[in-house]
Nanobody
Framework: QVQLVESGGGLVQPGGSLRLSCTAS????????MSWYRQIPGKERELVAD????????NYAESMKGRFTISRNNVENTVYLQMNSLKPEDTAVYYC?????????????WGQGTQVTVSS
């Protein structure tokens, strides 16, 4: 079955950095666009960044541009989110999402989430 396992979250001071990882299994990773979302309690889940199947192109939410970088390794079936210059407002649960094509239909799968807390 499809599994997405995030790791790398934690507590970091403002201005610090974290690197999130999401390791996938149960589907052909290189066929699937991947993305990172985040959710703050009481708010809707929002897109952070997404990346194409080959990793040749990525898109970012405006507030993350220049600070966050999404990348992927199709040999290791892993997508990454490098987060720099973190701010307290980046505190959220971060989720990895895979768009898996099955029988011609795009089906979203989510990881369990990893908590990122930015605080002094």
């Amino acid at each position: 079955q499809v599994q997405l396992v995030e790791s790398g979250g934690g507590l970091v001071q403002p201005g610090g950095s974290l690197r999130l990882s999401c390791t996938a299994s149960g589907f052909t990773f290189s066929d699937s666009p991947m993305s990172w979302y985040r959710q703050i309690p009481g708010k809707e889940r929002e897109l952070v960044a997404d990346i194409t199947r080959t990793g040749s192109s990525a898109n970012y939410a405006e507030s993350m541009k220049g600070r966050f970088t999404i990348s992927r390794n199709n040999v290791e079936n892993t997508v990454y989110l490098q987060m720099n210059s973190l701010k307290p407002e980046d505190t959220a649960v971060y989720y990895c999402k895979a768009d898996v094509i099955m029988f011609g239909i795009r089906i979203p799968y989510w990881g369990q989430g990893t908590q990122v807390t930015v605080s002094s």
